[in-house]
């Protein structure tokens, strides 16, 4: 007997506001909403999705705002492009740089989504052309 990962959930003030930041972000959608709630992901789950795969995250209203720094975060990779140009997209889509005591010499970024909610920025996972020096992006 194992267990599923089943649900991320985001405590929020406006979560209409932070799915559609963060839909934007990971390229996904809508698929559910509710009283104070709003559910984003790539695809709607089922029973036997959830026994194959992960779950996509859902945004919940609290009354209560983010006062100190999380103990877990999420961490984003992009897929397409640089991490310096995520970097630049994700801060066109209102989220800010943010220092949580990481230091400079770091191959990620460290951000805050609209709310204050702190996440990384990886390094990307776009294909190199190896052909190229310095083995640059597609």
Same mark, same amino acid.
Request: aromatic share 6%.
């Given at each position: ?12 003030? %406006?979560?209409? $506001? *932070? ?6 972000? *990971?390229?996904?959608?809508? @698929? %559910? $909403? /509710?009283? +104070? ?10 029973? =036997?999705?959830? $026994? ?5 995250? !859902?945004? @919940?209203?609290?009354?209560? /705002? ?17 991490? =310096? %140009? ?11 740089? !943010?220092?949580?005591?990481? +230091? ?13 909610? =702190?996440? %990384?920025? *990886? ?8 052909? $190229?020096? +310095?083995?640059? *992006?597609?």
């Amino acid at each position: 007997m194992t267990s599923r990962f089943t649900e991320l959930t985001v405590d929020c003030h %406006d979560p209409e $506001r *932070l799915a559609a930041f963060w839909c934007e972000v *990971l390229d996904f959608q809508v @698929i %559910d $909403r /509710g009283e +104070g709630k709003v559910e984003i992901g790539s695809w709607v789950p089922t029973v =036997e999705d959830v $026994r194959a795969r992960q779950t996509p995250p !859902t945004l @919940i209203r609290v009354p209560e /705002g983010k006062t100190v720094k999380n103990r877990l975060h999420l961490d984003v990779s992009p897929i397409d492009g640089s991490t =310096e %140009d995520e970097v630049t997209r994700l801060l066109g889509l209102g989220a800010t740089r !943010t220092d949580v005591g990481q +230091g400079r010499d770091r191959n990620w970024v460290v951000m805050a989504d609209p709310e204050g909610n =702190e996440f %990384d920025v *990886l390094r990307t996972l776009a294909p190199r052309d190896q052909d $190229r020096p +310095g083995g640059r *992006l597609l």
